[in-house]
Nanobody
């Protein structure tokens, strides 16, 4: 079983940047495609980005494309989400997740393991 720990959230002004990290407990981390999701108060969890097991393929939600960059370092069992040009509407709890499957899986129901979440708040 993979345990995931999210970190790096915080309070930032609009236009600012944050980098989220997701540390995995398992050396089999490289067997999983990984994703980031977010959930704002009163809203459903939504897909943000995902990355293939080897980092060669990435996919982004249209709302973040061009502003966010997903990456991973399998040697460190860690995934990242660099968030630039943040907007107030990016405010949410961000979750990392792991799936044995394709980078193109965007439904949260398909993901097998989840981090505990990290709060990102963007002030206007």
């Amino acid at each position: 079983q993979v345990q995931l720990v999210d970190s790096g959230g915080g309070l930032v002004q609009a236009g600012g940047s944050l980098r989220l990290s997701c540390a995995a407990s398992e050396r089999t981390f490289s067997s999983y495609a990984m994703g980031w999701f977010r959930q704002a108060p009163g809203k459903e969890r939504e897909y943000v980005a995902s990355i293939s097991w080897n980092g060669d393929s990435t996919l982004y939600a249209s709302s973040v494309k061009g502003r966010f960059t997903i990456s991973r370092d399998n040697a460190k069992n860690t995934m990242y989400l660099q968030m630039n040009s943040l907007k107030p509407e990016d405010t949410a709890v961000y979750y990392c997740a792991a799936v044995r499957g394709s980078v193109f899986i965007i439904s949260p129901d398909r993901y097998d393991y989840w981090g505990q979440g990290t709060q990102v708040t963007v002030s206007s």
